[in-house]
C-alpha cells in the first residue's frame, strides 16, 4: 500500500502563489500517472490535474495558473499553483490518475486564499 503525503499549502492573498508537494512511499507509482484532487467544504473532491508520460491534464478553472509535475527518481509529485483565487480553497491531495490504481487517501494540505 503506498502511502502518501501532501505538503505546501498555506494561507495566501488572491493573486498569489504556493508550490504543493506530494511524497509517494517505494515505488509503485514510479513511472504512473498521478494526480492532484482537491475538496471544499461542502463539495466533493474533484480532480484538478494530471502527469504522466504522455503529458498534463488540467481542469479549465485552473490552466493557465497551475503547473503539474513528477520526479520519478525522487517518487516526489508536485503543483505549481500562480494566480490564486478564492475558489481554489480546498484541501488538496494527491493519488494516482487512474482510479483502479488508487491508494488511501493522505491527511492532505490546506489551501486558503483570502480576497
Known amino acids: 500500500q503506498v502511502q502518501l503525503k501532501e505538503s505546501g499549502g498555506g494561507l495566501v492573498q488572491a493573486g498569489g502563489s504556493l508550490r504543493l508537494s506530494c511524497e509517494a512511499s517505494?515505488?509503485?507509482?514510479?513511472?504512473?500517472?498521478m494526480g492532484w484532487y482537491r475538496q471544499a467544504p461542502g463539495k466533493q473532491r474533484e480532480l484538478v490535474a494530471t502527469?504522466?508520460?504522455?503529458?498534463?491534464y488540467y481542469i479549465d478553472s485552473v490552466k493557465g495558473r497551475f503547473t503539474a509535475s513528477k520526479d520519478n527518481e525522487k517518487n516526489m509529485v508536485y503543483l505549481q499553483m500562480n494566480g490564486l483565487k478564492p475558489e481554489d480553497t480546498a484541501l488538496y491531495y494527491c493519488?494516482?490518475?487512474?482510479?483502479?490504481?488508487?491508494?488511501?487517501w493522505g491527511q492532505g494540505t490546506q489551501v486558503t486564499v483570502s480576497s
Open positions: 493519488n494516482a490518475a487512474q482510479r483502479s490504481l488508487w491508494s488511501s
Open positions: 517505494g515505488n509503485a507509482y514510479r513511472f504512473s500517472g
Open positions: 502527469v504522466s508520460p504522455a503529458g498534463t
